[in-house]
């Protein structure tokens, strides 16, 4: 029992970055609605955030912050996070143009659902 | 200067991409010379890189000196050293190519955020060819992936926009499976340089999380190339996006993702892991396989030039990851060669579907009926392309074709031989589509005489004309003059298959 | 790290994201993805991840909630899925 | 033997290259564009002769013009052989050149500068064909003259004529297919592609192997149209009659055969072939289309059909000869493709003719029509006499060398498949020859409008047949030699 919370309690946050995604990804394909699509891409996308953060993370570790000289302390890993800072700069631009698009779409369509789109296109 | 030259090759453009921003405001007419000349100076700065490599071996660059792992660094070997020229040749011809096309295609007041953003699809994708970093890949990777959805979305067509869009969700899925792949690969190495993860995986091979990582990475890549059943944004983003983007992003950045994807499998996961640890070979093979044949089938079924092109991509694509599956020194060497060819050629058919499109706004084969009497060196490019498509000797669709099958063979593949051989016939299927319609259409049979040209239509401008006159030819001279070719090939090969 | 806050806030997450894919209403959905971005910032600063929890709360929570509400203004609210 | 490079067999290549340019650029102005075929049918026909005295003499010319892929160089050798082949389709394309314009302006065709800027890139990938060095070679010019002539074929542009392209289209690249395959497995078996007097496959691998190979490389060459695989060269039919006779005698059928000759003498040899059983195989599929060919052609009324078939079972003849596995059969072989390309050219040249003149296809529409065009008839006739293999014209010549071989390898069948063979030819010529010089019309007066086809027509017609009566008293000069030259080189003897 021990070893089990033990392993649950050291990957915990990596299975819920999973279930994150996987509820990402099952917005960006399974929904009709565009604007959906793109909240799910969103979730899809801080859920690798999160992973990264939480490889970063160290036990007991403290913020890569400069510390007096003479202080001693385990720092967490400062690279992920850069990553991760490009990584969200990215991400917002996608989101943008996405809706953008999607704008775009409704002023040619008058819809923003898939199904009715198709029906759309089709009759032009 | 040229110790410099690798950055600068980032650089100078984001700076011209500014300038002309800045300029365009004020008169578009800035515009265009200055994206021909930057992409220029891109094009010669990557010839003197190749003959660099040739010369000396490798070039590092640590960008502003920071040495790896700390900084991030860009490395110019034989493999993109190889891919660089190709990327930028293409560009350039695209870029001579796009001015007429684009006044047509594009609304006035777009043209200036269209040079921006082909600069910046063009820089993204210089980037992703010679850094060293693999993190600072999927950035490049995403740069060039934004600015080519709204490419594609800058079209006048609104179905465009629902491309772009489609392409868009499963562009950055892909985009997100690198990015996961990347971190598993991070975490198990604490390395982002590609030379370091090449020698740091070996120890553990072994972990799930590598696995993981190789998995994610092949899938995300296999999006971005529009492998199989992963194509499902191709054909409507190349159908629908304006005809110069069409043959950018059809070439340019099909073929960069394609590097990408042989740089992760190759340096960074080195032939030991995916033949030996992980034996997908028989898999890849399965998949391109399956892909030149459904490709080429889905290609004979269209009614429309330019979506039966893109299909046709779709199968060509399985000739390049074919030579991953075969995995020995001459099919990757046919791969590699394929490459060049399918770029060259694509571009060129592109280019012939963008012309017609120009002249007569369609490219539907039911409106081309005759089309070779009244734009001859058109129809004529085209037959030269589309032959090197279906790999008729000597052009270099034959020679890729050649080595291909040979690999296959000697690896004792002979089946998945046989289905190349096979699909190269299929070719044969969705060129002659064209030519018959083209060339030998009844309606224009004239009694007594040769063809008359039909009033209104002309052969297309000299600055489209140029590039892809020069492309087609291409496919002759590179099919003819493939030994010089297969030096600069051969030791890229043999780096990819030596691991680092 | 205290490890029974991470699970709730994590736990808290997951609502949020379902929640957010399933509301019909798409300005609610939006709304929603913003607060699951705040958590996102709160777990992540609780995780050391300073600089990155101040990014996202602006990015995250702040342009691209902006960026859904302007274009769910220009399109239209209501979903069928 | 002995091999001297020259530049000549390259110079030979590019000269119709060249004219095919200059056809294209002087496209408008149909008398220098005709003019510009005509000036390379006699550079080239010169370029060829002078490479003969030195072939006779027993050198080979080599060129080595870039390295092309694994397996072989693009290169050029001239051998006795190929020579056979080059000069056969220098003479008659010149011919072919004077007729084609000819029959193009009398029929005011469409697309003729098209018409001869295929012609003249057909005829350049021919003799690369008749002069390639090692199969590499051979296969980049055998699929360029693929794709050339299609639009030669299609080139009414007919639905009917667009259907029979796609079905010559699709046998011939399938085969190129298998042709390839066959190239790269010989590679990768041997390590080279060259041709070699005797064969070089000898103990490279296991006979299955071999024989497997064998099949690859006859499908390949199903350009010499042997059942059941000739399902094209009829539909090619609805092709100008021009290209029906450059197809049958010029080019294509040509190359097909020779490539299986090549394949037998060059890359297998005669000894390989023997101990792996395939002269059986080629002996059953030569003596099977011989017959069955015939016999389609006996029930053909349209005329160009009926030579098609005729086509057929004359190249088997080749076949048949090679399949003997003797030097009596060789030789057959090898003289039969000039021997057959002239008459049979003649008999196209006629179907044509008849075409301008009298604007007829069907033979039964050609009741008496010799007394109006009785010199075209008559060589007719003279040709098709020649081609059932009686004197005075040099059919003779290759059945007596391939009944001498049938007899020599001990396999008397074969020699009643050539007689049976020679009646056959007779049933279905004799009636034509018939019903041209003495039916009678149906309508008398229906002959009234014909007359003689115009000279540029009518001369190249009585030249071919002079020449097929001419190779029969001497037929050495300069066939039979340059084959003796051949069979001495792949078996090391000569002609008894």
Redesign the interface.
């Known amino acids: 029992m021990e070893a089990v919370l033990e392993a649950f309690l050291s990957h915990y946050n990596y299975g819920m970055a999973i279930i994150l995604m996987m509820i990402g990804l099952y917005a960006l394909i399974a929904k009709q609605n565009l604007v959906k699509k793109l909240i799910g891409l969103n979730i899809f996308q801080t859920a690798i955030f999160l992973f990264y953060i939480s490889f970063a993370d160290v036990e007991g570790g403290i913020a890569p912050i400069y510390l007096p000289e003479g202080m001693e302390a385990i720092y967490v890993n400062p690279l992920p996070h850069v990553l991760i800072l490009t990584a969200i700069v990215v991400g917002v631009s996608v989101t943008a143009v996405g809706l953008s698009l999607i704008v775009r779409i409704y002023e040619e369509y008058g819809v923003i659902d898939e199904a009715g789109l198709l029906k759309m296109v089709k009759r032009r | 200067m040229i110790e410099h030259l690798p950055v600068l090759l980032v650089t100078v453009p984001i700076v011209a991409a500014l300038l002309i921003l800045l300029l365009g405001w004020h008169d578009s007419r800035f515009c265009y010379p200055l994206t021909l000349a930057t992409i220029l100076f891109q094009f010669a700065g990557g010839i003197a890189l190749l003959i660099e490599v040739m010369r000396e071996g490798t070039i590092h660059y640590y960008l502003g000196g920071w040495a790896p792992p700390l900084g991030i660094e860009f490395v110019i070997d034989t493999f993109n050293g190889y891919i660089l020229p190709i990327v930028l040749l293409l560009a350039l011809a695209t870029a001579v190519y796009a001015r007429r096309s684009v006044e047509k295609e594009i609304k006035p007041e777009k043209i200036v955020s269209f040079y921006v953003l082909f600069q910046l699809l063009v820089t993204g994708l210089v980037g992703m060819t010679i850094t060293g970093d693999i993190f600072n890949l999927y950035v490049f990777l995403e740069i060039s992936s934004i600015a080519a959805y709204t490419l594609i979305a800058s079209s006048r067509k609104p179905r465009a926009y629902v491309a772009a869009l489609n392409y868009l969700v499963l562009g950055s899925i892909a985009g997100g499976f690198v990015l996961l792949g990347i971190g598993n690969l991070y975490v198990a190495t604490g390395t982002l340089n590609m030379a370091d993860l090449a020698r740091l995986l070996p120890a553990s091979y072994g972990l799930a999380t590598v696995h993981t990582a190789f998995l994610l990475l092949v899938i995300g890549f296999s999006i971005k190339v529009a492998l199989f059943p992963l194509h499902l944004w191709l054909p409507d983003a190349y159908t629908e996006a304006p005809s110069a983007v069409t043959v950018l992003i059809s070439t340019v950045m099909a073929k960069v993702s394609v590097y990408a994807m042989f740089r992760v499998i190759f340096s960074v996961f080195t032939t030991a892991y995916f033949v030996e640890t992980v034996p997908v070979t028989e898999l890849i093979l399965f998949i391109a396989a399956v892909a030149i044949v459904a490709g080429a089938v889905l290609a004979i079924a269209q009614e429309d030039l330019k979506r039966m092109l893109a299909y046709s991509s779709v199968s060509q694509v399985g000739y390049i990851v074919f030579a991953l599956g075969v995995a020995n020194q001459?099919a990757l060497e046919g791969g590699l060669l394929h490459i060049l060819g399918h770029a060259v050629m694509k571009g060129c058919l592109f280019m012939v579907a963008g012309v017609i499109i120009y002249r007569l706004g369609t490219s539907s084969f039911s409106d081309l009926k005759g089309v070779a009497a009244t734009m001859p060196v058109t129809c004529a490019a085209f037959a030269l392309a589309g032959?090197s498509m279906?790999g008729?000797?000597?052009t270099i669709g034959?020679?890729s074709?050649?080595?291909l099958?040979?690999g296959a063979?000697?690896a004792g593949h002979w089946v998945y031989?046989?289905v190349l051989?096979?699909g190269?016939?299929l070719a044969?299927g969705y060129i002659?589509r064209f030519i018959?319609v083209a060339?030998?259409?009844?309606s224009?049979?004239?009694?007594?005489?040769?063809?008359h040209p039909a009033p209104g239509v002309r052969e297309a401008p000299l600055s489209m004309l140029v590039p892809m006159v020069i492309l087609s030819i291409l496919c002759l001279v590179l099919g003819?003059?493939?030994?010089p070719l297969m030096k600069i090939v051969a030791p890229a090969v043999s780096l990819l298959l030596g691991g680092a | 790290m205290i490890w029974d806050l991470d699970f709730a806030l994590l736990l808290f997450m997951i609502i949020c994201a379902i929640a957010a894919i399933t509301v019909r209403d798409l300005l609610h959905a939006a709304v929603i993805l913003a607060a699951y971005s705040l958590i996102m910032t709160v777990l992540w600063s609780e995780m050391n991840a300073v600089d990155v929890a101040f990014t996202e709360a602006v990015v995250g929570a702040g342009v691209t909630t902006v960026l859904f509400i302007a274009a769910i203004a220009r399109t239209e609210r209501s979903s069928s899925d | 033997m002995v091999d001297v490079t020259g530049l000549l067999p390259a110079v030979t290549v590019v000269i119709p290259l060249l004219a095919a340019v200059m056809i294209l650029v002087s496209?408008r102005h149909e008398n220098i564009r005709d003019g510009f075929t005509v000036a390379a049918a006699v550079a080239m026909l010169v370029s060829v002769v002078a490479m003969l005295p030195s072939i006779l003499s027993g050198e080979r010319i080599t060129i080595s013009l870039?390295?092309?892929?694994?397996?072989g160089d693009?290169a050029l050798r001239v051998d006795a052989f190929g020579m056979v082949f080059a000069l056969t389709a220098a003479v008659l394309w010149l011919l072919n050149s004077f007729y084609s314009i000819g029959y193009m302006r009398s029929l005011?065709e469409?697309?003729?500068?098209r018409f001869f800027f295929c012609l003249a890139v057909a005829i350049a990938a021919a003799i690369g064909i008749a002069f390639s060095a090692n199969l590499v070679t051979l296969?980049?010019f055998y699929?360029?003259l693929t794709?050339i002539t299609y639009?030669l074929v299609?080139h009414v542009?007919?639905?009917e004529?667009?259907a029979a392209?796609?079905k010559y289209?699709a046998y011939l690249?399938?085969g190129g297919?298998f042709f390839?395959?066959a190239v790269?497995?010989t590679?990768?078996l041997t390590g080279t592609t060259g041709f070699v007097p005797g064969g070089f496959l000898a103990g490279s691998a296991p006979p299955l192997t071999l024989q497997i190979l064998f099949v690859l490389f006859m499908v390949g060459f199903v350009k010499a149209a042997w059942m059941p695989l000739h399902g094209w060269l009829p539909a090619a039919m609805v092709a100008p009659t021009p290209v029906s006779a450059f197809l049958h005698a010029v080019a294509v059928v040509t190359a097909g055969v020779f490539g299986i000759v090549r394949i037998a003498g060059w890359v297998y040899g005669m000894d390989l072939l023997a101990s792996l059983g395939l002269g059986t195989l080629l002996a059953v599929i030569a003596s099977f289309t011989i017959i069955t060919a015939s016999l389609f052609a006996l029930t053909e009324d349209n005329l160009k059909r009926r030579l098609a078939y005729s086509t057929v079972s004359q190249l088997s003849y080749i076949l048949l000869g090679v399949s003997m596995l003797s030097i009596a059969g060789m030789t057959g072989a090898m003289a039969h493709i000039p021997i057959h390309a002239f008459l049979k050219i003649t008999l196209f040249f006629v179907a044509g003719a008849v075409i301008v003149a009298a604007g007829r296809e069907r033979i039964s529409d050609m009741k008496g029509i010799g007394r109006k065009m009785p010199v075209t008839a008559v060589m007719f006739s003279a040709a098709a006499i020649g081609i059932c293999g009686l004197p005075p014209l040099s059919g003779l010549i290759s059945k007596v060398y391939l009944a001498l071989g049938a007899v020599e390898g001990g396999v008397p069948i074969l020699l009643i498949v050539l007689i049976a063979s020679t009646v056959l030819n007779a049933a279905y010529f004799f009636p034509i020859i018939h019903t041209m010089l003495l039916g009678r019309p149906d309508d008398e007066r229906s002959l009234d409008s014909v007359s003689e086809p115009p000279l540029t027509m009518l001369v190249p017609i009585v030249l071919t047949t002079v020449a097929s009566v001419l190779i029969f008293f001497f037929p050495s000069m300069p066939f039979m030699d340059l084959v003796e030259i051949a069979i001495g080189e792949i078996t090391g003897s000569v002609i008894p």
């Open positions: 001459i032959a279906i008729v000797p000597p034959f020679a074709k050649y080595y099958v040979l063979l000697e031989a046989a051989l096979a190269s016939l044969v002659w018959e060339y030998f259409s009844a224009s049979h004239h009694e007594g005489g040769d063809h003819i003059f493939v030994d | 496209g870039i390295p092309l892929l694994p397996g693009l005011k469409h697309a003729q500068t296969l980049v699929e360029i794709i639009p299609v542009e007919t639905p004529a667009m392209g796609r289209l690249l399938i297919i390839l395959a790269i497995l590679y990768i």
